[in-house]
Nanobody
Framework: QVHLVESGGGLVQPGGSLRLSCVAS????????MAWYSQPPGERRELVAS????GRTHSLKDRFTISRDNAANAVYLQMTSLKAEDTAVYYC????????WGQGVQVTVSS
């Protein structure tokens, strides 16, 4: 079992930045991919960025950068130049023996 806890969400003005953090606990030795997903209000959950244990990263938004600290069992999402349409609940995920999700963290971009 893997337990994921996200933090760092909140209210930010358009053009601002936020850094989300996700820390994994439990049986973390088997985690391969860690990723961030976003789910805007009334929409489907979609992949934002992913990172393999070996450090290969992929981001679907140029303004968002994923990074990972394997020693800390953590993954981060640096979000810059935030727009209103980035408003969503952001979920951390981890792939191990199963697919695990965090509880989600709200990001609201509004003036």
């Amino acid at each position: 079992q893997v337990h994921l806890v996200e933090s760092g969400g909140g209210l930010v003005q358009p053009g601002g930045s936020l850094r989300l953090s996700c820390v994994a606990s439990g049986d973390t030795s088997g985690i391969s991919v860690m990723a961030w997903y976003s789910q805007p209000p009334g929409e489907r959950r979609e992949l934002v960025a992913s990172s393999t244990r070996g450090g290969r990263t992929h981001s679907l938004k140029d303004r968002f950068t994923i990074s990972r600290d394997n020693a800390a069992n953590a993954v981060y999402l640096q979000m810059t130049s935030l727009k209103a349409e980035d408003t969503a609940v952001y979920y951390c995920s981890a792939v191990s023996d199963d697919y695990y999700w965090g509880q989600g963290v709200q990001v609201t971009v509004s003036s």
